[in-house]
């Protein structure tokens, strides 16, 4: 009989110092074969799974729906199903075994474990295999001891609001005849935690100014294929030049010093029914607005499919929020966590003619006067796209029905104004006002 395989909470960003378990996938004891599916963990970003090495028989120790921290041992594989009951379920000191998951210190020793007198008492008495050391050539009374000091298992993640004085669901009494109590999804526990490191030490601020959008798209939808109309491409290219310039809102703070990113790598943040996630554009101070727009389609093509990867969910220095297709007039972005500042993007007033742009900072890495300075820049450099004269931003109008231009508009009566299905102002040519 031996000990196979022994699963630990992996390390898979920096960030992550805990992981949920959301799934396993056999009862504990079942039978496993080498490649099977035996669980998985939910990060801060994505989700991980966790496949047996070799063939044999699982023992959990851990439950769905609970944070561990990084490196605690949540699962074993033995060779024998009586090795798996020899060692759980147990209960020391009225803890169940199960629910202690101290990280054993193993080394390369492929030799015969030797146990003290007093190791072998406790183990005696706790009912612990001794295959729980293997890889160790020598245990003592202390190292049982060690093994059975309870953990708590789970990690619950303090509220920002209260941090230091309650924890995410004590923090007010529910009485149940008046409400129903939902549990937070890890997920959104995470979300808590993250934004909470940066605000709620209340040293954040937000600055908005607004964009004139007059003529803007005439020439940035020369650029563009598929985002239309649409100004993030643009904004992801403007902001990832313009923070070379200003590197302390490429960075964050790390409790008693400021962390500078040598890589300018913004981030988007997307929420389509599938949980609130921010996808990096690597290098987008190297790409042109084309290849932006490719990395967002290709990007949240991977969100809606469930195909992101690691690296494309993590080391974002800066992030982009773009709620312009929500009809949002002004609000205020939240600074994640390891950044020191976020740009929201609102929706285009058709009638002024403009959006507003809402940077949010951390005061503890830079000050106003450059957060003013940067968001005006970015105004100024958005503004350069406009034409420069309305005859010209004429050329850019379009059919919203059939996409034909007013350059393309053979009969030259010329297009008439109109309100889209949609609710927004646009055009139409007279071919599809008669409905030819």
């Known amino acids: 009989m031996a000990l196979l395989q022994e699963i630990l909470v992996p390390l898979l960003?920096?960030?992550?110092?805990?992981?949920?378990?959301?799934?396993?996938?056999?009862?504990?004891?079942?039978?496993?074969?080498?490649?099977?599916?035996?669980?998985?963990?939910?990060?801060?970003?994505?989700?991980?799974?966790?496949?047996?090495?070799?063939?044999?028989?699982?023992?959990?120790?851990?439950?769905?729906d609970h944070d561990y921290e990084v490196n605690t041992v949540v699962a074993r594989i033995y060779s024998e199903a009586e090795e798996v009951n020899l060692v759980a379920p147990l209960k020391v000191n009225g803890v169940a075994v199960a629910a202690i998951t101290k990280v054993q210190k193993t080394t390369s020793w492929e030799g015969e474990t030797l146990f003290s007198c007093e190791a072998t008492r406790l183990m005696t008495e706790a009912g612990i295999a001794p295959s729980v050391?293997?890889?160790?050539?020598?245990?003592?009374?202390?190292?049982?001891?060690?093994?059975?000091?309870?953990?708590?298992?789970?990690?619950?993640?303090?509220?920002?609001?209260?941090?230091?004085?309650?924890?995410?669901?004590?923090?007010?009494?529910?009485?149940?005849?008046?409400?129903?109590?939902?549990?937070?999804?890890?997920?959104?526990?995470?979300?808590?935690?993250?934004?909470?490191?940066?605000?709620?030490p209340g040293l954040?601020?937000?600055?908005?100014?607004?964009?004139?959008?007059?003529?803007?798209?005439?020439?940035?939808?020369?650029?563009?294929?598929?985002?239309?109309?649409?100004?993030?491409?643009?904004?992801?290219?403007?902001?990832?030049?313009?923070?070379?310039?200003?590197?302390?809102?490429?960075?964050?703070?790390?409790?008693?010093?400021?962390?500078r990113y040598k890589e300018v790598n913004p981030g988007f943040a997307v929420d389509i029914d599938k949980g609130l996630k921010v996808l990096k554009i690597a290098g987008a101070g190297r790409l042109g607005i084309q290849d932006i727009e490719k990395a967002v389609i290709d990007l949240s093509g991977r969100y809606l499919d469930d195909a992101l990867e690691l690296e494309q969910l993590t080391d974002i220095t800066f992030t982009i929020t773009d709620l312009s297709s929500e009809g949002?007039?002004?609000?205020?972005?939240?600074?994640?966590?390891?950044?020191?500042?976020?740009?929201?993007?609102?929706?285009?007033?058709?009638?002024?003619?403009r959006c507003t742009l809402s940077l949010t900072f951390d005061h503890r890495v830079t000050e106003g006067k450059q957060a003013a300075q940067f968001l005006k820049e970015l105004k100024d450099r958005l503004e350069s796209y406009r034409a420069a004269d309305p005859a010209a931003a004429v050329q850019g109008i379009s059919c919203f029905k059939c996409l034909k231009t007013l350059q393309e508009d053979l009969a030259g009566v010329g297009f008439a104004r109109c309100v889209t299905p949609e609710g927004k102002d646009g055009y139409i040519c007279q071919s599809c006002l008669k409905g030819f």
């Open 13 to 64: 960003a920096v960030n992550d110092t805990s992981l949920t378990v959301v799934e396993v996938c056999f009862a504990g004891g079942s039978a496993v074969k080498k490649g099977d599916l035996i669980m998985v963990f939910e990060t801060s970003k994505t989700t991980y799974d966790v496949e047996a090495a070799s063939d044999g028989y699982i023992q959990y120790l851990c439950e769905p």
């Open 204 to 259: 954040t601020s937000t600055l908005h100014t607004w964009v004139e959008t007059d003529g803007i798209f005439v020439h940035i939808n020369r650029s563009l294929k598929y985002l239309k109309d649409s100004l993030l491409p643009v904004i992801i290219y403007e902001v990832s030049r313009l923070l070379e310039s200003y590197p302390l809102l490429n960075a964050y703070f790390t409790g008693d010093a400021i962390a």
């Open 328 to 353: 949002v007039a002004l609000f205020r972005p939240l600074v994640n966590k390891m950044n020191s500042a976020i740009l929201g993007i609102s929706a285009i007033d058709n009638k002024l003619q």
């Open 133 to 200: 050391f293997a890889g160790r050539d020598f245990v003592n009374g202390r190292d049982v001891q060690e093994f059975l000091k309870p953990e708590p298992a789970a990690k619950t993640v303090a509220s920002p609001a209260t941090k230091g004085a309650s924890t995410v669901g004590a923090t007010l009494p529910a009485d149940p005849q008046k409400v129903i109590v939902e549990r937070l999804s890890s997920g959104k526990k995470r979300e808590i935690e993250y934004l909470g490191d940066v605000q709620s």
